[in-house]
């Protein structure tokens, strides 16, 4: 078999949103795994729907994701242009010919007449009043300047089948399929024609998209046909789904991968979710990079039910990737997210990112996490009555001052040796440790839970403020 070659052919309308993300990466995948290339090409000839810094958005999705493709308009390659409306000249050489062909014909049909083919319920369905005008009368007409449009010439009869990949056997009754335009009145393609043309004219052998298209292939196989080409091998996809009854979809507002990173999740960990969205791996692995996507796609792991789409489930991989990095990797890809935090520029970076890590899933929830430290004021003593943990409020008004005495005698101020001396204490005092650490938290934070333990905030904190908080506690407790 020839090489094969897949293609993400996105429309310039937007965010390039889940869905459409899980396209490429599949395809991406497919082609990798087989040893092929993998195409970007730019579908812009929607101009009503195009908007401006789209394709810069497709770009830089791609390239920040990982899902690089081997050919597209800003790399090059040999089957160029990949941008839709500098190839108007090839749709309009092959329209043509799809004419001589007997697959289309011209009709100068005017919106007013096309407007009273509609029925009751607003559906419009082309009755191929210009099927049969004289070659004469076609070029009397244009010459005449008479607006037209390019309508692909469906079959009356019969039934168009092919087998996908994923679905199986398809087949649609061609008088279900409307004559619908291939080339518009401004000259330029609609999608129906365009990709077509295009897939044959880049060689692309596998067809990967939305199962939105599974009922209107047939009409591109009929141009297939009509040109004497081959049909490539088609994949449709499972849609994906917000809920049981909502697809996830871009008009929608729902999430685009450019709000995920925004929001703090870890790149790695969405496009990793995403592949997981209808596809199942062999062996129920779940975390996996790129390149063990690669390794471990197959087309059979693909379903043919909706895919939900599970946030919760993407944090917790984001949280995976989390817990795999060194302390180097997460300072390097958290800090823009501390920075937003109070505790920012207040006390040593990298022991607050210490206390975050272990304690966050996306990015974005560092802030919640250690702005605690900057938060504490007057507290509920009730804080301090713990049954668990066999503390109270009394005992807290008993031994903070002997903390207080312990800490203060403290010259290495760290961590390891703040918790040895409250150990030390405890084990002198005759109550439990985790009594005393819990006494110490509540002192010095105002709060039951916090990232990091007592003596891990203590630390951070330093000596003058951590006494100057026991203080605090202790006045509270004194009232």
């Known amino acids: 078999m020839d090489k094969v070659r897949t293609r993400f052919a996105p429309s310039p309308t937007g965010y390039l949103h889940i869905g459409g993300l899980r396209t490429a990466l599949y395809g991406f995948l497919y082609s990798k795994m087989k040893g092929g290339d993998f195409i970007l090409r730019i579908e812009d000839t929607d101009t009503a729907r195009y908007v401006d810094g789209s394709v810069q958005i497709i770009y830089d999705t791609m390239r920040d994701s990982g899902i690089m493709y081997d050919e597209g308009p800003d790399v090059g390659g040999n089957y160029g242009p990949y941008v839709q409306s500098e190839r ?47 070659k004469e009368e076609i070029e009397r007409r244009i010459a005449n300047g008479e607006p037209y449009v390019i309508r692909q010439n469906v079959p009356a009869e019969g039934t168009g089948s092919y087998n996908d990949l994923v679905y199986g056997e398809i087949s649609v009754d061609y008088k279900d399929i409307e004559d619908g335009i291939l080339i518009k009145s401004d000259g330029m393609p609609t999608y129906n024609f365009a990709n077509v043309i295009d897939d044959h004219l880049m060689g692309i052998t596998h067809v990967i998209r939305g199962i939105e298209y599974l009922s209107s292939t047939p009409k591109y196989n009929l141009m297939y046909d009509a040109y004497g080409w081959e049909r490539p091998v088609y994949i449709h996809l499972p849609p994906i789904m917000k809920d049981a009854q909502h697809k996830l979809s871009k008009r929608n507002g729902d999430a685009s991968y450019e709000d995920f990173v925004n929001k703090g999740y870890v790149k790695e960990a969405i496009v990793n979710y995403i592949a997981l969205l209808g596809w199942s791996p ?102 301090f009555e713990n049954q668990k943990q066999k503390s109270s409020a009394q005992l807290a008004k008993e031994v903070l001052p002997k903390v207080k005495d312990t800490l203060n005698a403290l010259n290495d101020w760290n961590n390891s040796n703040l918790f040895s001396a409250l150990v030390e204490l405890s084990a002198n005092l005759e109550i439990k440790k985790q009594a005393l650490l819990w006494i110490v938290r509540i002192a010095i934070t105002g709060k039951e839970s916090t990232a990091g333990g007592a003596t891990e905030v203590a630390d951070i904190l330093g000596k003058d403020e951590t006494l100057r908080r026991i203080d605090f506690s202790l006045d509270l407790l004194n009232k």
């Not at 390149?291 to 059979?300: H, P």
């Not at 939900?308 to 995976?320: N, P, R």
């Not at 900057?374 to 804080?383: G, K, V």
Request: charged share 35%; proline share 1%; hydrophobic share 35%.
């Open 88 to 134: 108007k000249s090839i749709y309009t050489e092959y329209a043509k010919k799809l004419v001589e062909l007997g697959g289309a014909y011209y009709c100068f049909c005017t919106p007013e007449r096309i407007e009273t083919l509609k029925d009751d319920a607003g559906n419009m369905r082309y009755d191929k009043h210009c099927l049969n005008l004289s």
């Open 282 to 383: 062999k062996g129920n692995v779940e975390k996996m990079s790129l390149q063990e996507l690669i390794e471990n796609f197959s087309l059979e792991g693909i379903g043919k039910s909706p895919a939900i789409f599970d946030e919760t489930k993407m944090k917790w991989l984001s949280g995976e990737y989390v817990k795999a990095m060194t302390s180097e990797e997460f300072k390097a890809r958290a800090y823009e997210f501390l920075k937003k935090s109070k505790a920012y520029g207040k006390y040593d970076e990298d022991k607050l990112l210490a206390i975050a890590k272990g304690r966050v899933q996306i990015f974005s929830e560092i802030a919640d996490k250690i702005d605690f430290l900057e938060e504490f004021s007057e507290y509920d003593l009730s804080l």
